[in-house]
C-alpha cells in the first residue's frame, strides 16, 4: 500500500521549497515524493514529462 501522502514530501512551487506533508495550499504544491531529495528535483520532473508528453503528441499527431 502505499504510503501516507500527508507525510510524504512536496514541492512548494510559490517558495521553491520542499515540505513535508500537508504544509501549504494544493494549488501551491507538486507531489507527493517519497523522498526530500525527490521533491527537490520537482521541476527538472516536471520539465521531462513535459517533453515526453509533447513528444508522444508530436507522434501520434495531436
Known amino acids: 500500500m502505499a504510503e ?5 514530501y ?3 512551487m510559490k517558495t521553491g521549497e520542499v ?5 501549504s ?3 501551491d504544491r507538486v507531489g507527493p515524493f517519497a523522498t526530500r531529495e ?18 508522444d503528441d508530436a507522434r501520434e499527431g495531436r
Open 38 to 55: 525527490e521533491a527537490s528535483h520537482a521541476l527538472e520532473k516536471l520539465h521531462e514529462n513535459s517533453a515526453k508528453w509533447a513528444e
Open 19 to 23: 515540505e513535508q506533508g500537508y504544509t
Open 4 to 8: 501516507d501522502p500527508s507525510t510524504q
Open 25 to 27: 495550499s494544493v494549488v
Open 10 to 12: 512536496w514541492y512548494n
